[in-house]
Protein backbone atom coordinates (compact mmCIF):
# COMPACT_ATOMS: atom_id res chain seq x y z
CA UNK A 1 0.00 0.00 0.00
CA UNK A 2 1.69 3.57 -0.91
CA UNK A 3 2.54 5.54 1.89
CA UNK A 4 0.24 8.50 1.21
CA UNK A 5 -2.79 5.83 1.49
CA UNK A 6 -1.46 5.25 4.91
CA UNK A 7 -1.34 8.52 6.39
CA UNK A 8 -5.00 9.04 5.01
CA UNK A 9 -6.07 6.07 7.76
CA UNK A 10 -4.33 8.11 10.32
CA UNK A 11 -7.31 9.97 12.21
CA UNK A 12 -6.17 12.38 15.40
CA UNK A 13 -8.89 12.70 17.88
CA UNK A 14 -8.23 15.49 20.31
CA UNK A 15 -10.55 15.04 23.28
CA UNK A 16 -12.15 18.17 24.93
CA UNK A 17 -9.62 20.63 23.84
CA UNK A 18 -9.92 23.99 25.84
CA UNK A 19 -8.09 26.54 23.44
CA UNK A 20 -9.36 26.94 19.25
CA UNK A 21 -5.72 27.70 18.68
CA UNK A 22 -4.66 24.19 19.66
CA UNK A 23 -7.13 22.85 17.34
CA UNK A 24 -5.62 24.89 14.62
CA UNK A 25 -2.29 23.97 15.09
CA UNK A 26 -2.82 20.17 15.47
CA UNK A 27 -4.59 20.70 11.64
CA UNK A 28 -1.31 22.52 10.54
CA UNK A 29 0.93 19.53 12.23
CA UNK A 30 -1.21 16.83 10.58
CA UNK A 31 -1.40 18.56 7.29
CA UNK A 32 2.20 18.64 7.17
CA UNK A 33 2.56 15.23 7.47
CA UNK A 34 -0.22 14.27 4.75
CA UNK A 35 -2.82 13.52 7.41
CA UNK A 36 -6.29 15.03 7.32
CA UNK A 37 -8.85 12.99 9.19
CA UNK A 38 -9.51 15.61 12.14
CA UNK A 39 -12.30 14.39 15.10
CA UNK A 40 -12.85 16.97 18.31
CA UNK A 41 -14.62 15.17 21.04
CA UNK A 42 -16.74 17.61 22.79
CA UNK A 43 -14.26 21.04 22.34
CA UNK A 44 -14.89 23.95 24.14
CA UNK A 45 -14.78 26.23 21.57
CA UNK A 46 -15.22 25.55 17.46
CA UNK A 47 -15.30 26.82 15.16
CA UNK A 48 -13.20 29.26 16.27
CA UNK A 49 -11.14 32.40 14.58
CA UNK A 50 -8.31 31.96 16.37
CA UNK A 51 -8.47 27.75 15.39
CA UNK A 52 -8.38 29.35 11.26
CA UNK A 53 -5.48 31.79 11.99
CA UNK A 54 -3.35 28.87 13.18
CA UNK A 55 -3.97 26.32 10.95
CA UNK A 56 -2.67 28.66 8.29
CA UNK A 57 -3.46 26.54 5.13
CA UNK A 58 -4.73 23.64 6.88
CA UNK A 59 -8.33 25.44 7.32
CA UNK A 60 -9.82 22.53 4.92
CA UNK A 61 -8.77 20.04 8.02
CA UNK A 62 -11.04 22.03 10.26
CA UNK A 63 -13.93 22.56 7.91
CA UNK A 64 -14.12 18.65 7.38
CA UNK A 65 -13.43 17.80 11.25
CA UNK A 66 -16.55 15.76 12.72
CA UNK A 67 -17.51 16.51 16.26
CA UNK A 68 -18.74 13.78 18.46
CA UNK A 69 -20.22 13.93 22.18
CA UNK A 70 -17.86 11.00 23.20
CA UNK A 71 -14.26 9.39 22.55
CA UNK A 72 -16.36 5.87 21.51
CA UNK A 73 -18.06 7.36 18.85
CA UNK A 74 -15.30 9.13 17.24
CA UNK A 75 -13.25 5.81 17.02
CA UNK A 76 -16.49 3.59 16.50
CA UNK A 77 -15.13 2.26 12.82
CA UNK A 78 -11.67 2.15 13.64
CA UNK A 79 -9.34 -1.19 13.89
CA UNK A 80 -6.84 0.48 16.03
CA UNK A 81 -5.99 3.39 18.23
CA UNK A 82 -2.84 4.90 20.33
CA UNK A 83 -3.82 6.68 23.50
CA UNK A 84 -1.12 9.45 23.79
CA UNK A 85 -0.58 9.48 27.70
CA UNK A 86 1.93 11.20 29.78
CA UNK A 87 2.04 8.35 31.90
CA UNK A 88 1.96 4.37 32.37
CA UNK A 89 -2.07 4.00 33.33
CA UNK A 90 -2.62 1.41 36.26
CA UNK A 91 -4.32 -0.81 34.08
CA UNK A 92 -4.46 0.42 30.67
CA UNK A 93 -2.21 -0.91 28.36
CA UNK A 94 2.04 -0.59 28.35
CA UNK A 95 3.35 2.92 27.18
CA UNK A 96 5.50 2.37 24.20
CA UNK A 97 8.15 4.53 22.63
CA UNK A 98 6.32 7.29 19.71
CA UNK A 99 9.14 5.54 16.88
CA UNK A 100 7.96 1.76 17.88
CA UNK A 101 4.73 2.54 18.49
CA UNK A 102 3.96 4.33 15.02
CA UNK A 103 5.52 1.72 13.39
CA UNK A 104 2.44 -0.39 14.89
CA UNK A 105 0.25 1.98 14.19
CA UNK A 106 0.93 2.14 10.43
CA UNK A 107 1.17 -2.06 10.33
CA UNK A 108 -2.17 -1.44 11.46
CA UNK A 109 -3.42 1.30 9.19
CA UNK A 110 -3.03 -1.82 6.43
CA UNK A 111 -5.99 -3.17 7.78
CA UNK A 112 -8.43 0.41 7.76
CA UNK A 113 -8.96 3.30 9.71
CA UNK A 114 -6.23 3.62 12.72
CA UNK A 115 -6.40 6.57 15.23
CA UNK A 116 -4.49 8.89 17.54
CA UNK A 117 -5.70 10.01 20.56
CA UNK A 118 -4.74 13.10 22.64
CA UNK A 119 -6.01 14.55 25.80
CA UNK A 120 -6.97 17.57 27.43
CA UNK A 121 -4.45 20.36 27.15
CA UNK A 122 -4.10 20.15 31.13
CA UNK A 123 -6.52 17.14 32.44
CA UNK A 124 -4.68 14.67 29.52
CA UNK A 125 -6.98 11.73 29.03
CA UNK A 126 -9.40 10.17 31.36
CA UNK A 127 -8.50 6.16 32.24
CA UNK A 128 -11.87 5.16 30.89
CA UNK A 129 -10.63 6.85 27.38
CA UNK A 130 -7.06 5.31 27.64
CA UNK A 131 -9.07 1.72 28.03
CA UNK A 132 -10.91 2.55 24.65
CA UNK A 133 -7.46 2.35 23.32
CA UNK A 134 -5.12 -0.59 21.95
CA UNK A 135 -1.97 0.97 22.71
CA UNK A 136 -0.28 3.61 24.54
CA UNK A 137 2.89 5.70 23.68
CA UNK A 138 4.22 9.00 25.57
CA UNK A 139 6.59 11.23 23.82
CA UNK A 140 9.95 11.44 26.06
CA UNK A 141 10.63 14.47 27.95
CA UNK A 142 13.00 16.66 30.32
CA UNK A 143 11.54 15.35 33.65
CA UNK A 144 12.07 18.73 35.23
CA UNK A 145 9.72 20.15 32.50
CA UNK A 146 7.77 17.84 30.26
CA UNK A 147 5.04 20.66 29.64
CA UNK A 148 4.71 19.38 26.07
CA UNK A 149 2.43 21.73 24.11
CA UNK A 150 -0.80 20.15 22.36
CA UNK A 151 0.17 21.24 18.90
CA UNK A 152 3.93 20.07 19.23
CA UNK A 153 2.86 16.54 20.77
CA UNK A 154 0.55 16.27 17.30
CA UNK A 155 3.35 17.21 15.18
CA UNK A 156 5.83 15.12 16.59
CA UNK A 157 3.94 11.90 16.19
CA UNK A 158 2.61 12.61 12.69
CA UNK A 159 6.51 12.82 12.40
CA UNK A 160 7.30 9.32 13.36
CA UNK A 161 4.03 8.54 11.06
CA UNK A 162 5.35 10.17 8.12
CA UNK A 163 9.12 8.55 9.05
CA UNK A 164 7.61 4.99 9.72
CA UNK A 165 5.08 5.03 6.15
CA UNK A 166 8.12 6.32 4.35
CA UNK A 167 10.61 4.58 6.09
CA UNK A 168 11.13 1.49 2.68
CA UNK A 169 12.04 4.71 0.92
CA UNK A 170 14.21 7.15 0.55
CA UNK A 171 11.95 10.13 -0.27
CA UNK A 172 14.43 12.48 0.72
CA UNK A 173 16.41 12.99 -2.60
CA UNK A 174 13.09 14.03 -4.71
CA UNK A 175 12.66 17.33 -2.51
CA UNK A 176 13.92 20.07 -4.18
CA UNK A 177 17.58 20.47 -6.27
CA UNK A 178 20.23 17.76 -7.00
CA UNK A 179 22.63 18.86 -4.93
CA UNK A 180 25.68 20.40 -7.00
CA UNK A 181 28.23 17.45 -7.92
CA UNK A 182 31.08 17.66 -10.50
CA UNK A 183 32.57 14.11 -11.15
CA UNK A 184 34.79 12.59 -8.55
CA UNK A 185 38.63 13.47 -9.18
CA UNK A 186 40.68 10.44 -9.97
CA UNK A 187 43.42 9.01 -7.88
CA UNK A 188 46.03 10.43 -10.53
CA UNK A 189 44.49 13.85 -10.21
CA UNK A 190 44.27 13.90 -6.83
CA UNK A 191 48.37 12.65 -6.86
CA UNK A 192 49.02 15.82 -8.90
CA UNK A 193 47.68 18.07 -6.29
CA UNK A 194 50.06 16.57 -3.32
CA UNK A 195 52.49 16.87 -5.33
CA UNK A 196 51.89 20.41 -6.52
CA UNK A 197 51.14 21.05 -2.62
CA UNK A 198 54.84 19.61 -1.83
CA UNK A 199 56.49 21.61 -4.76
CA UNK A 200 54.62 24.75 -3.69
CA UNK A 201 55.69 24.32 0.17
CA UNK A 202 59.22 22.56 -0.48
CA UNK A 203 60.10 25.73 -2.64
CA UNK A 204 58.28 28.33 -0.16
CA UNK A 205 59.93 26.58 3.22
CA UNK A 206 57.22 25.63 4.47
CA UNK A 207 57.78 21.60 4.10
CA UNK A 208 61.26 20.73 4.80
CA UNK A 209 61.70 17.17 2.36
CA UNK A 210 64.25 15.88 4.51
CA UNK A 211 62.29 16.30 7.40
CA UNK A 212 58.92 15.45 6.74
CA UNK A 213 57.28 14.66 9.73
CA UNK A 214 53.47 14.26 9.98
CA UNK A 215 52.63 17.38 7.20
CA UNK A 216 51.74 15.41 4.06
CA UNK A 217 49.75 12.80 6.07
CA UNK A 218 47.95 15.57 7.72
CA UNK A 219 47.05 17.31 4.30
CA UNK A 220 46.35 13.71 2.80
CA UNK A 221 43.70 12.70 5.54
CA UNK A 222 42.30 16.58 5.54
CA UNK A 223 41.42 16.31 1.85
CA UNK A 224 40.64 12.45 1.87
CA UNK A 225 37.91 13.14 3.99
CA UNK A 226 36.49 15.92 1.80
CA UNK A 227 36.22 13.59 -0.72
CA UNK A 228 37.82 15.92 -3.69
CA UNK A 229 35.80 16.56 -6.89
CA UNK A 230 37.78 17.32 -10.17
CA UNK A 231 36.16 20.96 -10.44
CA UNK A 232 38.13 21.50 -6.65
CA UNK A 233 41.32 19.58 -7.80
CA UNK A 234 41.62 22.66 -10.43
CA UNK A 235 40.76 25.25 -8.15
CA UNK A 236 43.23 24.24 -5.73
CA UNK A 237 45.78 23.83 -7.97
CA UNK A 238 44.62 27.13 -9.91
CA UNK A 239 44.97 29.16 -6.24
CA UNK A 240 48.84 27.30 -5.91
CA UNK A 241 49.99 27.85 -9.48
CA UNK A 242 49.06 31.80 -8.54
CA UNK A 243 50.98 32.05 -5.65
CA UNK A 244 53.98 30.65 -8.01
CA UNK A 245 53.62 32.99 -10.80
CA UNK A 246 54.40 35.88 -8.11
CA UNK A 247 57.22 34.09 -6.39
CA UNK A 248 58.85 32.92 -10.13
CA UNK A 249 58.70 29.67 -8.78
CA UNK A 250 56.20 27.91 -11.53
CA UNK A 251 57.04 25.68 -13.69
CA UNK A 252 58.22 26.23 -17.34
CA UNK A 253 55.96 24.51 -19.92
CA UNK B 1 29.29 12.08 28.39
CA UNK B 2 26.10 12.30 30.06
CA UNK B 3 23.44 12.29 27.74
CA UNK B 4 21.76 15.64 29.66
CA UNK B 5 25.42 17.70 29.18
CA UNK B 6 25.55 16.69 25.34
CA UNK B 7 22.00 18.02 24.80
CA UNK B 8 22.76 21.45 27.01
CA UNK B 9 25.75 21.74 24.60
CA UNK B 10 23.35 22.07 21.56
CA UNK B 11 22.60 25.93 20.93
CA UNK B 12 18.92 26.55 19.19
CA UNK B 13 19.69 29.53 16.88
CA UNK B 14 17.05 32.00 15.09
CA UNK B 15 17.90 33.87 12.17
CA UNK B 16 15.59 37.05 11.76
CA UNK B 17 12.53 35.76 13.17
CA UNK B 18 9.12 38.00 12.52
CA UNK B 19 6.69 36.76 15.28
CA UNK B 20 7.86 36.99 18.90
CA UNK B 21 5.25 34.04 19.40
CA UNK B 22 7.35 31.87 17.37
CA UNK B 23 10.28 32.61 19.73
CA UNK B 24 8.49 32.04 22.67
CA UNK B 25 7.32 28.64 21.41
CA UNK B 26 10.68 27.38 20.13
CA UNK B 27 11.52 27.98 23.57
CA UNK B 28 9.10 26.04 24.91
CA UNK B 29 9.77 23.16 22.43
CA UNK B 30 13.76 23.05 23.41
CA UNK B 31 12.71 22.95 27.00
CA UNK B 32 11.00 20.07 26.57
CA UNK B 33 13.15 18.47 25.54
CA UNK B 34 16.41 19.08 28.14
CA UNK B 35 17.80 22.11 25.64
CA UNK B 36 18.33 25.79 27.25
CA UNK B 37 21.03 27.53 25.16
CA UNK B 38 18.89 30.18 22.42
CA UNK B 39 20.36 32.46 20.38
CA UNK B 40 17.96 35.33 18.45
CA UNK B 41 19.68 36.98 15.26
CA UNK B 42 17.82 40.12 14.71
CA UNK B 43 14.94 39.34 15.90
CA UNK B 44 12.36 41.48 14.78
CA UNK B 45 10.42 42.00 18.26
CA UNK B 46 12.13 40.59 20.97
CA UNK B 47 11.30 41.15 23.59
CA UNK B 48 7.65 40.74 23.70
CA UNK B 49 4.65 39.50 26.17
CA UNK B 50 3.07 37.27 23.34
CA UNK B 51 6.80 35.90 23.36
CA UNK B 52 6.17 34.84 27.09
CA UNK B 53 2.76 33.74 26.49
CA UNK B 54 3.69 30.70 23.94
CA UNK B 55 6.79 29.95 26.34
CA UNK B 56 4.93 29.21 29.10
CA UNK B 57 7.16 27.50 31.78
CA UNK B 58 10.23 27.88 29.48
CA UNK B 59 10.38 31.95 30.02
CA UNK B 60 14.23 31.36 31.70
CA UNK B 61 15.25 30.44 28.36
CA UNK B 62 14.06 33.67 26.40
CA UNK B 63 15.24 35.86 29.68
CA UNK B 64 18.64 34.20 28.83
CA UNK B 65 18.57 34.39 25.19
CA UNK B 66 21.30 36.23 23.53
CA UNK B 67 20.67 38.80 20.84
CA UNK B 68 23.41 38.89 17.85
CA UNK B 69 23.26 40.96 14.88
CA UNK B 70 24.77 38.41 12.48
CA UNK B 71 25.01 34.29 11.96
CA UNK B 72 28.76 34.38 12.52
CA UNK B 73 28.44 35.91 15.94
CA UNK B 74 25.96 33.48 17.18
CA UNK B 75 28.32 30.82 15.97
CA UNK B 76 31.68 32.09 16.74
CA UNK B 77 32.39 29.71 19.58
CA UNK B 78 30.80 26.38 17.55
CA UNK B 79 32.39 23.39 16.46
CA UNK B 80 29.57 22.42 14.09
CA UNK B 81 26.70 23.92 12.83
CA UNK B 82 23.35 22.61 10.98
CA UNK B 83 21.00 24.89 8.40
CA UNK B 84 17.56 23.67 8.86
CA UNK B 85 16.43 24.22 5.08
CA UNK B 86 13.46 23.15 3.46
CA UNK B 87 15.27 22.29 0.33
CA UNK B 88 18.82 21.68 -1.05
CA UNK B 89 21.19 24.61 -2.23
CA UNK B 90 23.39 24.29 -5.39
CA UNK B 91 26.64 24.63 -3.20
CA UNK B 92 25.58 24.15 0.46
CA UNK B 93 25.81 20.58 2.09
CA UNK B 94 24.32 18.03 1.36
CA UNK B 95 20.42 17.56 2.66
CA UNK B 96 20.81 14.76 5.18
CA UNK B 97 17.69 13.42 7.22
CA UNK B 98 16.58 14.62 10.82
CA UNK B 99 17.60 11.01 12.54
CA UNK B 100 21.31 10.92 10.73
CA UNK B 101 21.75 14.30 10.44
CA UNK B 102 20.68 14.71 15.05
CA UNK B 103 23.39 11.49 15.58
CA UNK B 104 25.89 13.69 13.80
CA UNK B 105 24.75 16.34 15.76
CA UNK B 106 25.47 14.83 19.12
CA UNK B 107 28.47 12.86 18.11
CA UNK B 108 29.83 16.31 17.42
CA UNK B 109 28.60 17.78 21.04
CA UNK B 110 31.28 15.54 22.16
CA UNK B 111 33.79 18.08 21.15
CA UNK B 112 31.98 21.27 22.01
CA UNK B 113 29.23 23.62 21.78
CA UNK B 114 26.90 22.07 18.53
CA UNK B 115 24.02 24.47 16.69
CA UNK B 116 20.82 23.93 14.85
CA UNK B 117 19.87 27.17 12.73
CA UNK B 118 16.68 27.82 11.85
CA UNK B 119 15.85 30.50 8.88
CA UNK B 120 12.96 33.18 8.92
CA UNK B 121 9.67 32.07 9.19
CA UNK B 122 8.77 33.62 5.11
CA UNK B 123 12.32 33.53 3.84
CA UNK B 124 13.93 30.66 5.63
CA UNK B 125 18.22 31.04 5.52
CA UNK B 126 20.08 33.04 2.75
CA UNK B 127 22.82 30.62 0.77
CA UNK B 128 25.44 32.81 2.38
CA UNK B 129 24.25 31.37 6.33
CA UNK B 130 23.60 27.78 4.80
CA UNK B 131 27.14 27.90 3.49
CA UNK B 132 28.58 29.41 7.15
CA UNK B 133 26.97 25.29 8.90
CA UNK B 134 29.10 22.31 7.50
CA UNK B 135 25.64 20.13 7.34
CA UNK B 136 22.07 20.32 6.48
CA UNK B 137 18.63 19.00 7.13
CA UNK B 138 15.15 18.97 5.82
CA UNK B 139 12.31 17.70 7.94
CA UNK B 140 10.11 15.65 5.43
CA UNK B 141 7.06 17.03 4.78
CA UNK B 142 4.20 16.36 2.74
CA UNK B 143 4.69 18.02 -0.78
CA UNK B 144 1.22 19.53 -0.87
CA UNK B 145 1.47 21.13 2.13
CA UNK B 146 4.95 21.87 3.35
CA UNK B 147 4.36 24.74 5.68
CA UNK B 148 6.32 23.40 8.96
CA UNK B 149 5.47 26.35 12.14
CA UNK B 150 8.45 27.62 12.87
CA UNK B 151 8.26 26.31 16.56
CA UNK B 152 6.77 22.91 15.27
CA UNK B 153 10.15 22.71 13.43
CA UNK B 154 12.23 23.08 16.90
CA UNK B 155 10.10 20.63 18.40
CA UNK B 156 10.95 18.05 16.01
CA UNK B 157 14.40 18.44 15.85
CA UNK B 158 14.97 19.21 19.65
CA UNK B 159 12.58 15.56 19.94
CA UNK B 160 15.22 14.30 17.22
CA UNK B 161 18.08 15.57 19.40
CA UNK B 162 16.66 14.16 22.62
CA UNK B 163 15.69 10.87 21.17
CA UNK B 164 19.52 10.25 19.62
CA UNK B 165 21.14 11.44 22.93
CA UNK B 166 19.40 8.79 24.92
CA UNK B 167 19.28 6.05 22.17
CA UNK B 168 22.53 3.96 24.29
CA UNK B 169 24.00 3.37 21.17
CA UNK B 170 27.74 3.22 20.91
CA UNK B 171 29.37 6.47 19.64
CA UNK B 172 31.04 5.81 16.44
CA UNK B 173 34.21 7.31 18.10
CA UNK B 174 34.39 3.96 20.36
CA UNK B 175 33.98 1.93 17.45
CA UNK B 176 37.13 0.14 16.68
CA UNK B 177 40.81 1.99 17.19
CA UNK B 178 40.32 5.83 18.04
CA UNK B 179 41.31 7.48 15.22
CA UNK B 180 43.63 10.78 14.88
CA UNK B 181 41.85 13.82 16.19
CA UNK B 182 42.47 17.42 17.00
CA UNK B 183 40.07 19.52 18.28
CA UNK B 184 37.25 20.70 15.71
CA UNK B 185 38.20 24.12 14.67
CA UNK B 186 35.47 26.98 15.87
CA UNK B 187 33.61 29.17 13.56
CA UNK B 188 36.06 31.99 13.89
CA UNK B 189 38.80 29.76 13.30
CA UNK B 190 37.02 28.44 10.09
CA UNK B 191 36.26 31.87 9.18
CA UNK B 192 39.69 33.12 9.32
CA UNK B 193 41.07 30.82 7.26
CA UNK B 194 38.20 31.89 4.62
CA UNK B 195 39.21 35.70 5.07
CA UNK B 196 42.73 34.84 4.86
CA UNK B 197 42.47 32.73 1.36
CA UNK B 198 40.02 34.93 -0.14
CA UNK B 199 43.14 37.89 0.48
CA UNK B 200 45.84 35.72 -0.45
CA UNK B 201 43.61 34.83 -3.73
CA UNK B 202 42.82 38.90 -4.28
CA UNK B 203 46.67 39.82 -3.91
CA UNK B 204 47.56 36.63 -6.55
CA UNK B 205 44.82 38.39 -9.18
CA UNK B 206 43.27 34.38 -8.75
CA UNK B 207 40.22 36.06 -7.19
CA UNK B 208 38.35 39.52 -8.55
CA UNK B 209 36.05 40.51 -5.69
CA UNK B 210 34.65 42.75 -8.06
CA UNK B 211 33.22 39.54 -10.03
CA UNK B 212 33.51 36.81 -7.22
CA UNK B 213 31.15 34.41 -8.96
CA UNK B 214 30.46 30.88 -7.16
CA UNK B 215 34.81 30.35 -6.34
CA UNK B 216 34.36 31.18 -2.52
CA UNK B 217 31.48 29.01 -1.73
CA UNK B 218 33.13 26.23 -3.80
CA UNK B 219 35.66 26.04 -1.34
CA UNK B 220 33.43 26.57 1.80
CA UNK B 221 31.44 23.69 0.33
CA UNK B 222 34.65 21.60 0.03
CA UNK B 223 36.23 22.75 3.59
CA UNK B 224 32.75 22.21 5.19
CA UNK B 225 32.53 18.83 4.12
CA UNK B 226 35.52 17.81 5.57
CA UNK B 227 35.06 19.22 8.63
CA UNK B 228 37.83 20.87 9.64
CA UNK B 229 40.11 20.50 12.84
CA UNK B 230 42.83 23.19 14.76
CA UNK B 231 45.59 21.49 13.75
CA UNK B 232 44.46 21.58 10.03
CA UNK B 233 43.68 25.52 10.51
CA UNK B 234 46.92 25.63 11.66
CA UNK B 235 48.89 23.68 8.80
CA UNK B 236 47.05 25.96 5.99
CA UNK B 237 47.54 29.24 7.07
CA UNK B 238 51.21 28.22 7.54
CA UNK B 239 51.16 27.43 4.09
CA UNK B 240 48.84 30.54 2.81
CA UNK B 241 51.72 33.07 4.96
CA UNK B 242 54.49 31.01 3.80
CA UNK B 243 53.52 31.95 -0.42
CA UNK B 244 52.64 35.21 0.97
CA UNK B 245 56.07 35.88 2.59
CA UNK B 246 58.33 35.12 -0.56
CA UNK B 247 55.93 37.24 -2.17
CA UNK B 248 55.48 40.33 -0.28
CA UNK B 249 51.84 40.36 0.33
CA UNK B 250 52.73 39.21 3.91
CA UNK B 251 50.62 41.83 6.46
CA UNK B 252 52.64 43.35 9.33
CA UNK B 253 52.51 42.83 12.84
Known amino acids: MKPEVLLSRIRVVLCRPSHPGNIGAAARAMKTMGLSDLRLVNPKQFPDPEADTRATGAVDLLDNAKITATLAEALADSVFAVAVSARQRDLGPAVGTPRETMARLLEAAQQGVV ?58 SSQGATPFVSPPATHDEIEGLYGHLETLMTDTGFFNPQQPGRLMPKLRRLFGRAGLEKDEINILRGILASTQVRTGHGRKG
Open 115 to 172: ALVFGNETMGLSNEEVLQCQAAVTIPTNPDFSSLNLGAAVQVLCYECRMAAFSGAAPL
